[in-house]
């Protein structure tokens, strides 16, 4: 009984073998749904390698286009105005035909990573300025400079005169500055530069300029302020043109001042009578114009007059801080452009005579020559 049991258990009931069912097997994918993955993952990868060759193709057209040379014929100029942004400067300058594509301009400007180190200015740009040249002038700041030029001696309504005509500057006109307070130079400005910054600069040049020569002028000036300092430079200024004499003429006005004389000096009477417009051009000097009662006029009065009546240069100043040491109390024009000084009136008459007799002859010269009209 026992064998049979575990013979039966061997081979199951019945003698029949018994076997364990085996597991199920999972659904099988069709073959028409992998042909779709596949399909799809193909698809996707042509089109991604599509993409990435259109890139770089795109890329390596933009980067020629870039290099290449630019639609220019001739040298053109371009004002860049200040805070312009990158995609108005490149309309800006296909709009000039200097480049010709903006899209090209902006993006490769952008990818180079100088969108906000584009300078604004007026630029000057060669024929054929590749668009790469064109980012690398406006990054420089290599911008076109124009000059304002305020000679020594020009009065401050002059010096205006001039800056207001400048068409390359913007802006209004400041209120008009004391006389005597604007630096005589050449300011180099950019297209655009506000007519106020101009001034201003002018301004604080002269400032500066005064302030460093009266620390170090002579101890023994008869002048009480630096007020009076930049008057007698303006006279100075107005008096000679050469730089040799400023030294001697800023003397004889030191000696005269010294002795409580008058100064008896042209240029300022006739700033009494015309102003800062000066004197019209070709208008003699009238005894009237000698006569004038204004406080100017140094025939008049003693000491220096009220205020400047020019805007003095570096070289009138030093010779007004730095006189040359002279007994010298007159002087005349010589007839070449100078003067001839002396230390007495007789001596100083005898040199005024000497002019006249050479204006004289001078005259007689001229109407004597044909076609003169005599």
Request: with cysteine; glycine share 12%; net charge neutral.
């Amino acid at each position: 009984m026992n064998d049979q049991y575990a013979d039966g258990d061997r081979r199951g009931y019945g003698g029949r073998s018994f076997k364990p069912s085996p597991a199920p097997k999972p659904p099988r994918r069709s073959r028409h749904a992998r042909n779709q993955v596949v399909v799809f993952l193909n698809f996707c990868l042509s089109a991604a390698l599509f993409v990435v060759l259109a890139a770089g193709a795109l890329l390596y057209w933009g980067k020629s286009e870039f290099d290449s040379p630019g639609p220019l014929k001739q040298e053109a100029t371009y004002v860049v105005p200040r805070s312009t942004g990158v995609s108005a400067i490149a309309s800006g300058l296909e709009g000039e035909g200097i480049i010709s594509s903006a899209e090209v301009f902006e993006y490769g400007v952008r990818l180079s990573g100088a969108g906000g180190q584009l300078k604004a200015g007026e630029f000057a740009f060669p024929p054929g300025a590749s668009m790469r040249q064109v980012m690398e002038k406006l990054k420089s700041g290599d911008s076109i400079m124009h000059a304002v030029t305020i000679p020594e001696g020009w009065t401050v309504n002059r010096a205006y005169e001039r800056i207001a005509n400048a068409d390359f500057l913007s802006g209004e006109m400041p209120g008009e500055v004391p006389e005597g307070t604007l630096k005589p130079d050449t300011y180099l400005v950019q297209r655009g530069a506000t007519r106020k910054e101009i001034v201003r600069r002018m301004k604080t040049a002269q400032d500066q300029l005064v302030e460093e020569i009266w620390k170090g002028r002579d101890p023994d000036l008869p002048i009480k302020d630096i007020g009076q300092f930049i008057t007698l430079a303006s006279i100075v200024e107005r008096e000679t043109g050469i730089d040799g004499e400023r030294a001697h003429v800023a003397s004889v006005f030191i000696n005269r001042l010294k002795k409580g004389m008058r100064l008896d000096s042209d240029p300022t009477f006739l700033y009494g009578v015309y102003g800062g417009a000066g004197k019209p051009s070709g208008q003699p000097v009238s005894q009237s114009d000698k006569d004038s009662d204004t406080p100017y006029n140094t025939y008049k009065v003693r000491g220096l007059p009220p205020g400047p009546i020019a805007n003095p240069g570096k070289a009138a100043l030093e010779a007004v801080a730095h006189p040359m040491e002279t007994d010298d109390l007159y002087f005349v024009a010589d007839g070449t452009g100078g003067h001839v000084f002396s230390s007495s009136l007789k001596e100083h008459n005898n040199n005024v005579a000497k002019y006249r007799a050479l204006e004289r002859q001078r005259a007689a010269e001229r109407d004597a020559a044909p076609g003169s009209g005599g």
